[in-house]
């Protein structure tokens, strides 16, 4: 999933937008809600844990990733909105 900010630059005055994406993971019956009405482009509400994990990459250097484990899930506006 990804979440979107935007604002204004305060020296050129252009519209600036910063987009980062997260790994969600989903269990039980929130997973089959999720995969059933979720879709590209749809907003949602998530809340959740976060959890990192540790690994090692095919170079042998100890790389971290920080998902977040869902406990709520809610479907937000329409199927096209986007902010």
Do not use: C, P
Not at 8 to 26: I, L, M, N, P, Q
Not at 31 to 50: D, N, P, Q, T
């Amino acid at each position: 999933m990804a979440t979107s900010e935007s604002w204004v630059d305060k020296k050129s005055g252009e519209k600036v937008e910063r987009t980062e994406w997260h790994r969600v993971t989903f269990f039980g019956a929130l997973a089959k809600i999720v995969a059933e009405y979720a879709s590209k482009g749809r907003l949602v509400f998530v809340e959740g844990s976060l959890r990192t994990n540790k690994y090692t990459d095919k170079d042998g250097v100890d790389r971290y990733s920080t998902d977040v484990i869902a406990s709520e899930f809610q479907l937000l506006g329409s199927q096209s909105s986007k902010s």
